[in-house]
């Protein structure tokens, strides 16, 4: 994303806590306190190496109890990541078989006086497959003071909601699915990219009601530009020659959450007032892709059970542009669902396994507005997932794998990961992404684009 504000106020941020760190050196203590967040699944997407540098300017301010001294904070950290990547096989879809090739900066600022939140955390990135370099803007918001009953953020923030592991159901905010396929990250901490957006929490008892507005994004899919696709309509798969052209969207959203325990149990209740996610409409007359309005309503639980935990998360797709059905070119109303479960299968080594499916609705109404040679979709889509993690070297190195496998379509994508840290700064990440299946399969259709890629990181 090219952002040329929000470069300049990064660059101004970033300079400003140089020049504080240069100036003022006798204020500067270390502290290695994690800061505070929203809620349990937002601090595991924020959390930071505990030993990373924090710069914290403590200031008295005068108060009418002189035993109280309230403190502001300032923090600033970063790293820097270069990551290279390259095709398992020759395409003929694309001139170069590099699928990765870029280094990226990242400075995040953090400053807090008592209820009082700013965050800016921005990437400059050089991206050697597109000759381009650009400034992502991944977090720009302020968090205002309040009371203990509510918190309101403000501007571009990472919101993450549901229990599914790498598939998102009632989670409709943005996704970086591309950036997973082609290994920019070792953790998916890419994958949730940023909103727009006004964000108010509201707190009763046990229970939290989040309200979002936000301005629409897409996830990030294969498009023709790094990775091939299948195109019903050339009846094979297409890289750079043939990009998809598809209509941007940038309308308003509307989220919202209810989150409680209810005896002993996780509960929550979802509704979403936006689009599809994916281009999943098409305009006969422009030959153009474009995102159909969409309303979801869901619910998601999770508890206890046995020697792990499981949890299911359902939601039904009311597809607002295609009541009746009887629209081929826009994705029916479907119901989906997620049965997950989790466990620990020996010390340091860890498993869970998922069952997703789609139901999609109006089925019939679906098949008799098709046009001769376009397939309707099947009544269902079942996709199974495995994910095993192993933690060895005192947790300083991961393995992990996870596996996708639709025995609907018969295609899978395997992904394995070697994550190592071996001090407070240096990092590598070795990996693979594996596809395989029939072309015209969600995960088949990107055989040709399974990859191995590796990454160097410097934190600071």
């Known amino acids: 994303m090219r952002s040329p504000y929000f470069a300049s106020l990064f660059t101004s941020l970033v300079l400003y806590v140089g020049l504080t760190v240069t100036f003022v050196q006798p204020s500067i203590a270390y502290a290695t306190d994690a800061p505070e967040t929203v809620n349990a699944q937002e601090e595991e997407e924020e959390e930071e190496d505990d030993d990373e540098l924090d710069i914290e300017f403590m200031d008295e301010i005068d108060t009418p109890k002189a035993d109280e001294k309230p403190k502001s904070n300032l923090q600033f950290r970063g790293f ?24 990226r900066f990242q400075g995040n600022v953090k400053f807090s006086a008592n209820d009082f ?22 977090e720009a918001y302020v968090e205002l003071p309040t009371n203990d009953y509510a918190q309101v953020r403000i501007g571009r923030q990472n919101i993450m909601w549901g229990l599914g592991d790498q598939i998102a159901i009632n989670d409709v905010f943005p996704k970086d ?35 979002v507005w936000a301005q629409y994004d897409s996830w990030d899919v294969p498009t023709g530009e790094r990775f091939s696709y299948y195109n019903p309509f050339l009846q094979q798969t297409a890289g750079e020659q043939n990009v998809l052209d598809i209509k941007e969207n940038h309308s308003g959203s509307i989220m919202a959450r209810w989150s409680t325990n209810l005896f002993g149990q996780e509960v929550a209740l979802y509704y979403n007032r936006s689009r599809w996610q994916s281009p999943e409409g098409f305009n006969p007359q422009t030959q ?13 639980t999770r ?55 789609e139901q999609h609705q109006q089925q019939s109404q679906n098949l008799s507005s098709q046009p001769p040679g376009i397939e309707a979709p099947p009544r269902e889509y079942n996709l199974l997932t495995m994910r095993l993690n192993q933690f060895l070297l005192s947790q300083k190195m991961t393995l992990s794998m996870f596996l996708y496998y639709s025995p ?17 700064h240096w990092m590598i990440n070795i990996g693979t992404n594996h596809f395989a299946g029939a072309q015209d399969g969600r995960f088949g259709q990107l055989e040709d684009n399974s990859n191995a890629f590796a990454a160097v990181r410097w934190s600071f």
């Not at 153009?288 to 998601?300: A, E, I």
Request: charged share 25%.
């Open 408 to 424: 609907t379509e018969k295609d899978s994508y395997l992904r394995l990961n070697m994550f190592h840290k071996f001090d407070d």
């Open 288 to 300: 153009q892709l474009f995102y159909p309005k969409l309303n979801t309503y869901g619910f998601s």
């Open 303 to 357: 508890g206890e059970l046995g020697p792990g935990i499981v949890s299911l998360e359902a939601s039904y797709y009311h597809s607002a542009q295609d009541k009746a059905g009887d629209k081929f070119w826009i994705r029916n109303s479907e119901i989906r669902f997620i049965l997950g479960y989790q466990f620990e299968l020996a010390t340091d080594l860890t498993a869970s396994f998922q069952w997703y499916q």
């Open 80 to 103: 820097i990541d270069t990551r290279w990547g390259t095709r398992l096989k020759s395409s003929d879809n694309f001139e170069r078989q590099t699928t990765l090739a870029e280094t």
């Open 117 to 138: 939140k700013f965050n800016v955390k921005a990437d400059l990135v050089h991206d050697d497959i597109i000759d381009g370099t650009q400034v992502d803007v991944r």
């Open 177 to 211: 699915f591309m950036g997973l396929y082609y290994g920019r990250d070792a953790e998916a901490e890419y994958m949730v990219t940023s909103s727009d957006a006004l964000r108010t929490s509201i707190f009763i008892d046990d229970s939290t009601l989040d309200i």
